[in-house]
């Protein structure tokens, strides 16, 4: 079954790089498919950040790509997210998620999510 | 890239059917059958109900069904029960530079 799960600081200073993992197993992510990172700030709704494919190829949300960094490796089942210059309005529940072959505009699988604060 | 239209908020009863609708440009919505839906309860993480407009994945109930016209898309939830109650997210492909577009969320209350 597949499962993903994300890791990485739960408390970033502003200013700072925020930097996230996603550790993938029951699947390998050289198969064809995408990771995607999406972001919920407390109480508020759902905000794509970007999806990168096995190969490296990325997509980024246009209002964060000044500041996204999204890689993969493919030795450890694992694909990251970088965000630099956090601010408040960064704080959030991240998610990582798989989007299947053929499907990279929805995420058929969402690791449990992990809560970042941006704060001194 | 702005947030596609939802409603706030809708409600109904047990048994009966509620629809969501979530309105996009012909740039997302319009312009492709990429149209997916999440339920998202309480602290949870955000699960796929439909995706390529009316496609369901293994494990969401039938009950659930989707529809699209023009640049508006619509998730319709038939015979409701009590654990439907959550919030529900649109998204959609935007093109090969944006690639997709969350809607702003609605809020199911089971009444």
């Known amino acids: 079954q597949l499962q993903l799960q994300e890791s990485g600081p739960g408390l970033v200073k502003p200013s700072e790089t925020l930097s996230l993992t996603c550790t993938v197993s029951g699947d390998s992510i050289s198969t064809s498919y995408y990771g995607g990172w999406i972001r919920q700030p407390p109480g508020k709704g759902l905000e794509w950040i970007g999806s990168i494919h096995y190969s490296g190829s990325t997509y980024y949300n246009l209002s964060l790509k000044s500041r996204v960094t999204m890689s993969i490796d493919t030795s450890n089942n694992q694909f990251s997210l970088k965000l630099s210059s956090v601010t408040a309005a960064d704080t959030a529940v991240y998610y990582c998620?798989?989007?299947?072959?053929?499907?990279?505009?929805?995420?058929?699988?969402w690791g449990q999510g992990t809560l970042v604060t941006v704060s001194s | 890239q702005s947030a596609l239209t939802q409603p706030r908020s809708v409600s109904g009863s047990p048994g009966q059917s509620v629809t969501i609708s979530c309105t996009g440009t012909?740039?997302?919505?319009?312009?492709?059958?990429?149209v997916s839906w999440y339920q998202q309860n309480p602290g949870k993480a955000p699960k796929l109900m439909i995706y390529d407009v009316t496609k369901r994945p293994s494990g969401a109930p039938d009950r659930f069904s989707g529809s699209k016209s023009g640049n508006t898309a619509s998730l319709t939830i038939s015979g409701l029960q009590a654990d439907d109650e959550g919030d529900y997210y649109c998204c959609s492909y935007a093109g090969s530079y944006t690639l997709v577009v969350f809607g702003g969320g609605t809020k199911l209350t089971v009444l």
């Open positions: 012909s740039s997302d919505v319009g312009g492709y059958d990429y």
């Open positions: 998620a798989r989007s299947p072959y053929g499907g990279n505009h929805y995420f058929d699988s």
